[in-house]
């Protein structure tokens, strides 16, 4: 990848979905993050991981997790960079754990952008990803005077009404720019006729849940709209993390920031994505990645059946 875009860029992986809905197969112990999905048992963590290794250097990789996954993440990760592993002593929300990998950032490069992405959606085809994420680090770094966040949506494919919604602006912000749109606003889960209104309309992309900005720029946004966990970022080495963090709002970025800045841009992604949020949509992902598996004959010199084909069978006797 060109220098030009990953020089000062850095990716921001937050492992903090409780998965709650996924339940009991998702444990406080061991969330839906660290679930093997594949024929080789690749947790959705290491998926994520070894995409985000193809175009960003592993010291420029930050990862953002609760404590008690440390070793979660370093079975993963076992190289992860000396400071690039933010344990938070219990979870706030995306808001106070970009906010932590952000401050962190900005010690080392001033002028970084930071990509924040999720570590439980399943995705489809990297080179696409790789493509409309660096498109988003491009468009940011070029107009960085206008202090743009950017936001990743992809096209809906059915009327969900179990993602939020970003609502685009009629015309590309740049004849230039490809695939960039000034967000009208953020949407709330809808209902289902709403969610058909959406797809009929054209304009309303499913939010990802990546986020695009320079690490300067959302601190100050962060000290704007949550003075609180400016204020708990900024003084972690002075008291305890732990009396800070518990009386921090429980807020995503979205909430925090996004929905209340101005210059927030989307990148249209083309790529495969699906948000693994409850049983069936882990069940179709378990039911793709080990397709053919369960047609292999058993006996004594076949392969050991992998922790992941376990999970599908017990989604398969639930009651879903």
């Known amino acids: 990848m060109s220098k030009r ?9 937050l492992v903090g979905g409780k998965g709650k809905r996924l339940a009991p197969i998702s444990t406080a112990a061991r969330p839906k993050a660290f679930l093997p999905i594949t024929k080789r048992d690749e947790t959705m963590f290491k998926k994520t991981l070894d995409r985000v290794k193809k175009f960003i250097p592993k010291d420029h990789i930050v990862v953002v997790a609760n404590k008690r996954h440390a070793n979660l993440v370093k079975i993963d990760f076992p190289d992860i960079a000396r400071g690039n592993l933010i344990l938070e002593p219990l979870s706030r929300n995306t808001a106070p754990a970009i906010a932590l990998a952000a401050s962190a950032i900005k010690k080392r490069s001033a002028d970084a952008v ?11 085809g ?4 790789i493509s409309s994420l660096l498109t988003g680090v491009d468009f940011v770094r070029r107009h960085w005077r206008k202090g743009p966040f950017v936001v990743v949506g992809i096209k809906p494919r059915f ?3 179990g993602f939020g919604y970003i609502k685009l602006k009629p015309i590309s912000v740049r004849a230039d ?4 749109y000034e967000v009208d606003r953020f949407v709330e889960k809808p209902d289902l006729k709403t969610a058909r209104d959406f797809l ?9 849940g990546i986020f695009i900005f320079k690490a300067s720029l959302i601190l100050k946004a962060i000290d704007i709209f949550e003075p609180a966990i400016s204020y708990a970022v900024k003084h972690a080495g002075e008291i305890r993390m732990n009396t800070l963090y518990k009386k921090l709002p429980d807020i995503s ?17 083309r790529y495969g994505w699906q948000d693994i949020g409850d049983p069936n949509s882990l069940r179709e992902v378990l039911e793709g990645e080990l397709k053919g598996l369960e047609k292999s004959t058993p ?3 076949a392969p050991k059946k992998p922790l992941s084909m376990a999970i599908l069978e017990r989604l398969r006797a639930m009651r879903l």
């Open 114 to 124: 930071m990509m924040v992405l999720s570590s439980d959606h399943y995705i489809s």
């Open 200 to 208: 009929k309309a054209g304009r309303y992309m499913w939010n990802a």
């Open 299 to 301: 006996g004594k010199n």
């Open 126 to 129: 990297d080179n696409s990803f």
């Open 5 to 13: 875009h990953t020089d000062k860029a850095y990716a921001v992986i």
């Open 253 to 269: 970025i979205d909430y925090a920031v996004m929905e209340k800045a101005d210059a927030i841009y989307c990148v249209k992604g």
């Open 159 to 161: 009327p969900a009404t």
């Open 177 to 180: 720019v490809k695939n960039i």
